[in-house]
């Protein structure tokens, strides 16, 4: 009996072969059932669009950029240096290549990157702070390259960490590489929070509920949710050509965070240090391939 998901396909659902049509009136019946077709299954399903080679392909050139943009980023990250020079290099470069910065007026945003230094979780905006010798500073970089998106970030030291500042910067890396086992087909989007809260909360860190990792390649931000939590097993299964980010946000102290009056800063409840890494991933036939890769 054709399968999807762990569920059984009832005999008025929709084929799983794409066509359309009631499974009763297609496949159902048929010696050797259609080839799942995901293309059209997790268009109709949950609004998924999956990618093909040529997507990839663009979305890998615009990944390449914007771990370029992340190098460029780093190599001028030192004491002194405002948030907001940070936000100009990252623009100018990314326009000098012919892409634009995905930030800059989404949803009212008004810079090309987002800057989050220490409690700040995410969503910083770039301005007059001057970084200092032991802060820590995330830079999330998205860039629009011939009308594809890929999305990526990393946290830095600014001159020498502290022991705080190292343990947050660590556990944050290896929360993103925890969950890289999980990507491949046949697993689900729980596997991919359950990997990287249990690595996280056995760290004795807390991982961050409000904001999750995404669909991403046609647009900015598309489904799927992926959260960083979660059980084995739950959520949507994976398949080749999906194209999504993971980018767990975790604290030192306890998950809680609010909003800053500029509508967009994220800061711990606590006030105590956060940091995150994100790569934008794509699902193949045995595993995944990170379209903005970097050492975790
Ligand atoms: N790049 C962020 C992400 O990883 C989103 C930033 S939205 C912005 O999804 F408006 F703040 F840029
Ligand atoms: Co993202
Ligand atoms: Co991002």
Known sequence: MLKNNGKKIGRNDP???GS?????????????????????????????????????????????????????????????????????LAHDFAVKNGATPAPLNYRGFPKSICTSVNEVIC???????E??????????VTHNLNGYYADANKTFFVGEPGPEAKKIVSVAAQSLKA???????????????????RYAEGEGCSVVREFVGHGVGFEFHEPPQVPHYGKRGKGIMLVP?????????????????FIADDNWTAITADRKLSAQFEQTFVITEDGFESLTPFEL
């Open 15 to 17: 084929c799983p072969c």
């Open 20 to 88: 359309g049509k009631k499974y009763k009136k297609c496949c159902m019946n048929k010696e050797t059932p259609a080839p799942v077709n995901y293309k059209n299954l997790y268009a109709d399903k949950y609004n998924i669009r999956l990618k093909s080679q040529k997507d990839i392909e663009q979305i890998r050139v615009c990944g390449k950029l914007v771990v370029e943009t992340l190098d460029l980023v780093e190599a001028a990250i030192e004491p002194g240096v405002t948030t907001d020079e940070l936000n100009t």
């Open 123 to 129: 969503h910083g905006i770039p301005g007059e702070l």
């Open 131 to 140: 970084l200092k010798d032991g802060d820590i500073v995330n830079v999330d």
């Open 179 to 197: 969950s890289l086992e999980m990507l491949k087909p046949g697993n689900h989007i729980g596997d991919i929070g359950w990997a990287i809260q």
């Open 241 to 257: 050509n999906m194209v999504f980010t993971v980018e767990p946000m975790i604290n030192l102290g306890k998950a809680d965070l």
